[in-house]
Nanobody
Framework: QVQLVESGGGLVQAGGSLRLSCTASGHTFNRYAMAWFRQAPGKEREFVAA????????YYLDSVKGRFTISRDAAKNTVYLQMNSLNAEDTAEYYC???????????????????WGQGTQVTVSS
């Protein structure tokens, strides 16, 4: 079992920044990737960013490229999402997820991930 705890969400004005954190505990020895997804009211959960734990390759949703940065601290079992130049379209519940092993599916898809956090709300006021 793996537990993921997100923090760092909140209310911010358009153009502002937030940094989300997600710390993993429990069975953290094996890990393939960690990612952030988001879900706005009435919409499906969508991929935002992912990082391959070994090597650090990163992947982003097109609309956040150049504004968001995903990073990890292996010693702390923590992944971060630095979000800059936020706009109203970024308003959503943000979820952290982890995949324990590579099974052939893309890091952009929900089914790749084995465990999910409870989410942290990000609200951007315009």
């Amino acid at each position: 079992q793996v537990q993921l705890v997100e923090s760092g969400g909140g209310l911010v004005q358009a153009g502002g920044s937030l940094r989300l954190s997600c710390t993993a505990s429990g069975h953290t020895f094996n890990r393939y990737a960690m990612a952030w997804f988001r879900q706005a009211p009435g919409k499906e959960r969508e991929f935002v960013a992912a990082i391959i734990w070994t090597g650090g390759a990163t992947y982003y949703l097109d609309s956040v490229k150049g504004r968001f940065t995903i990073s990890r601290d292996a010693a702390k079992n923590t992944v971060y999402l630095q979000m800059n130049s936020l706009n109203a379209e970024d308003t959503a519940e943000y979820y952290c997820a982890t995949a324990l092993a590579y099974r052939g599916s893309s890091v952009l898809t929900l089914r790749t991930y084995d465990y999910w956090g409870q989410g942290t709300q990000v609200t951007v006021s315009s």
